[in-house]
């Protein structure tokens, strides 16, 4: 990572009636985005989790990915690669909720270890 890395964190809920729906759901939704590995220039980094809190509030599905810089991350909202993956998942995803950063802005902490 260097001082212009971008983090892109974008967390979705999915459609379902059931649980077993919206699992499915989400597993789909993993599975398209985690295609984009390696081919988005630009995309240091692509992880994608689903819930396992199972609170009501939370969201079905994270996408963590960082970029080398802004401009990468301009370049992947329309790359033929990510649009493909948009198309594909049509009405899956209910509500969507985005936060970018500049590593720049971040302090990194890490949690001491007790001995």
């Not at 001082?3 to 649980?19: A, C, E, F, L, N």
């Not at 993956?85 to 950063?101: C, F, H």
Request: net charge negative; hydrophobic share 35%; with cysteine.
């Amino acid at each position: 990572m260097n001082d212009q890395t971008i983090k892109h964190i974008v967390m979705w809920k999915v459609r379902g009636d059931t649980r077993e729906e919206r699992r499915n759901a989400a597993l789909f939704l993993k599975d398209r985005f985690e295609s984009l590995k390696g081919r988005i220039p630009g995309m240091q980094r692509i992880e994608v989790g689903l819930d396992t809190s199972g609170v009501d509030y939370a969201c079905d599905v994270v996408l963590y990915t960082e970029f080398d810089t802004q401009e990468s991350l301009d370049a992947y909202a329309t790359h033929p690669e990510h649009l493909r993956v948009k198309g594909e998942l049509g009405d899956l995803r209910t509500a969507r909720y985005q936060v970018d950063y500049p590593l720049s802005q971040c302090v990194v902490a890490t949690a001491e270890r007790r001995q």
